[in-house]
């Protein structure tokens, strides 16, 4: 295993739960349901603007870990992000950013 690296990037807000299932994916880990609201709910009171930014921060447990640190972009729909990852995990985990930034993406029992 290489070392840790951050990666710094913004996804449309619409995104977040599809962010959190490929954030958990890629750390082997699936977050449980109470975890995931605990996130949620931070992240509807983060400000990435704010000094010093306010971060909705989830440790991520599996075979990667995985650190992500989100926060809402006020007065847009961007959710900045910020994971600390294996390096071996950067470029899946960029080509995963950049794709949510524009299209939003639904889970597959709601595709029409």
């Given at each position: 295993?290489q070392?840790?690296?951050?990666?710094g990037?913004?996804?449309?807000?619409?995104n977040?739960?599809?962010l959190i299932?490929e954030i958990?994916?890629?750390?082997?880990e699936?977050?449980?349901?109470?975890?995931?609201?605990?996130?949620?709910?931070?992240?509807?009171t983060?400000d990435?603007d704010?000094?010093p930014?306010?971060?909705?921060?989830?440790?991520?447990?599996?075979?990667n870990?995985?650190?992500a640190?989100?926060?809402?972009?006020q007065?847009t729909d961007?959710l900045?992000?910020r994971?600390d990852?294996?390096?071996?995990?950067?470029?899946?985990?960029?080509a995963t950013?950049k794709l949510?930034?524009?299209?939003?993406?639904?889970?597959?029992?709601?595709?029409?």
């Amino acid at each position: 295993m290489q070392g840790m690296t951050r990666l710094g990037d913004w996804v449309l807000l619409q995104n977040l739960a599809p962010l959190i299932d490929e954030i958990s994916a890629l750390a082997g880990e699936q977050l449980d349901h109470g975890l995931r609201k605990v996130l949620v709910d931070e992240v509807k009171t983060s400000d990435a603007d704010a000094s010093p930014p306010r971060w909705a921060e989830c440790q991520f447990d599996g075979p990667n870990p995985i650190k992500a640190y989100l926060g809402v972009d006020q007065g847009t729909d961007n959710l900045q992000v910020r994971l600390d990852l294996p390096a071996e995990l950067e470029a899946s985990a960029g080509a995963t950013l950049k794709l949510m930034q524009r299209y939003v993406l639904l889970p597959p029992h709601k595709l029409p």
